[in-house]
Antibody, heavy 122, light 106 residues
Framework: QVQLQESGPGLVKPSETLSLTCGVS??????????CSWIRQPPGKGLEWIGY?????????NYNPSLKSRVTISVDVSKNQFSLKLSSVTAADTAVYYC????????????WGPGMLVTVSS | SYELTQPLSVSVALGQTARITCGGN??????VHWYKQKPGQAPVVVIY???NRPSGIPERFSGSNSGNRATLTISRAQAGDEADYYC?????????FGGGTKLTVL
């Protein structure tokens, strides 16, 4: 059974960089059949796709245009995990952050992590 | 960028049929997926590729997609169906979510 788990600081100061990691078990980040993705949900609001990395030998990424200038997603093959970095955060970046596996066949998310609340505050 | 429109809320009487719509320009040409999210939990896919149910999802959940509207139908609504529902498509190599619909079972 595939499982994903987010980890990282739950509190980040304004203007700093938010860094989260998604550990994957029961599957490989290099399978080539999935997009390693990040999605967020501000309190009381809807889902917002952040971006993905597709890893098959080499990695390719794509990001939400509204966040593109501040986002970096990378994969650590040796640890079977992938990471999110979001720079220059403000209070508007306070949200529950989910990592998820996006299927290449069908383009939907079949497995999600439980989510992690990250608060941006001084 | 592509946009998906959902009603903010839908109410259904216990045991009746709920229909949640998702509007988008020529959405019938895309694959639509639906997620159910309960408070404090991650979303779970309940319909993928317009009308397919993952294993473990009751047959009461069905989907359709045509023209400019996709619909998630929940038959014989139960108290446990009360949740937020999101539609999602893949467009121009990005994932797009609808704004979400809160389903209330009366």
């Amino acid at each position: 059974q595939v499982q994903l788990q987010e980890s990282g600081p739950g509190l980040v100061k304004p203007s700093e960089t938010l860094s989260l990691t998604c550990g994957v078990s029961g599957g490989s980040v290099t399978s080539g059949s999935y997009y390693c993705s990040w999605i967020r949900q501000p309190p009381g609001k809807g889902l917002e796709w952040i971006g993905y990395m597709y890893y098959s030998g080499s990695g390719s990424t794509n990001y939400n245009p509204s966040l593109k200038s501040r986002v970096t997603i990378s994969v650590d093959v040796s640890k079977n995990q992938f990471s999110l970095k979001l720079s220059s955060v403000t209070a508007a970046d306070t949200a529950v952050y989910y990592c998820a596996r996006g299927r290449i066949q069908g383009y939907y998310f079949d497995y999600w992590g439980p989510g992690m609340l990250v608060t941006v505050s001084s | 960028s592509y946009e998906l429109t959902q009603p903010l809320s839908v109410s259904v009487a216990l045991g009746q049929t709920a229909r949640i719509t998702c509007g988008g320009n020529n959405i019938g040409s895309k694959n639509v997926h639906w997620y159910k999210q309960k408070p404090g939990q991650a979303p779970v896919v309940v319909i993928y590729r317009d009308s397919n149910r993952p294993s473990g999802i009751p047959e009461r959940f069905s989907g359709s997609n045509s023209g400019n509207r996709a619909t998630l139908t929940i038959s014989r609504a139960q108290a446990g169906d009360e949740a937020d529902y999101y539609c999602q498509v893949w467009d121009s190599s990005t994932w797009v979510f609808g704004g979400g619909t809160k389903l209330t079972v009366l």
